[in-house]
């Protein structure tokens, strides 16, 4: 157990539709990392937050956002879903803004199936 | 830009044999290399890492080498179990000042009894 929680597990909805992911951090961790794992795409980084702020910024669509809030727990809004959107969304956590040699820590992600 | 390439799977392989996944890297700078293992259902998890060229990593049986001369960081296990079936990924952070990891696609490994 990595200690980062994911909600939830599985989704399923429609196309067009909104849905938001949750992540709790490792206690203490102030960095979230978003990342999306599709067969065809492999592991790609969407976005990450320090301490409330974003801080880095991958191949997150503008359909998609996140934040995170004051009790470090982050959120990734997907909307306008499309088909393509079908995938499992793993957030990381880490204890500080970033580093070359450091370890991220996985929580067990949500799989989001879009019909 | 970093990448990383990992040897195309699935491997598989019977209990007890030996195993290589091969991992190479294009990267500016002295990139951090790792090796995270992701259990069906599960999110991935630290393997193994080295932070500089000829370091050695190892966790669980499996060893990994920092090779700046030939941009490479094998992971190798000289007798795997059932258990090691998982996806193995490759991953380099810190080349260029950027801090945010840069992944293989991953090798799924699947050991026989």
């Known amino acids: 157990d990595s200690g980062v929680t994911q909600t939830p597990k599985h989704l399923i909805t429609a196309t067009g539709q909104r849905v938001t992911l949750r992540c709790s951090p490792r206690?203490?961790?102030?960095?979230v990392y978003w990342y999306q794992q599709s067969l065809d795409q492999g592991l790609q980084f969407l976005i990450q937050?320090?301490?409330?702020?974003?801080?880095a910024k991958g191949n997150i669509l503008e359909r998609f956002s996140a934040q995170q809030f004051p009790d470090l727990h982050s959120e990734l809004n997907l909307s306008s879903l499309e088909l393509g959107d079908s995938a499992l969304y793993f957030c990381?956590?880490?204890?500080?803004?970033?580093?070359?040699?450091?370890?991220?820590?996985f929580g067990p992600g949500t799989r989001l199936t879009v019909l | 830009g970093n990448s990383v390439t990992q040897m195309e799977g699935p491997v598989t392989l019977s209990e007890e044999a030996f195993l290589t996944i091969n991992c190479t890297y294009t990267?500016?700078?002295?990139?951090?290399l790792f090796w995270y293992v992701q259990y069906p259902g599960e999110g991935l998890q630290l393997l193994l890492k080295?932070?500089?060229?000829?370091d050695k990593g190892s966790n669980k049986g499996f060893e990994a080498t920092y090779r700046k001369e030939t941009t490479s960081f094998h992971l190798e296990k000289g007798s795997v179990q059932v258990s090691d079936s998982a996806v193995y990924f490759c991953?380099?952070?810190?080349?260029?000042?950027?801090?945010?990891?840069?992944f293989g696609r991953g090798t799924s490994l699947i050991v026989h009894p």
């Open positions: 937050y320090y301490n409330g702020e974003e801080r």
């Open positions: 991953a380099l952070t810190g080349a260029g000042g950027s801090y945010i990891p840069t």
């Open positions: 990267a500016t700078g002295y990139p951090s």
């Open positions: 080295a932070t500089k060229a000829d």
């Open positions: 990381a956590s880490h204890p500080t803004g970033g580093s070359g040699t450091d370890t991220q820590y």
């Open positions: 206690s203490g961790d102030l960095s």
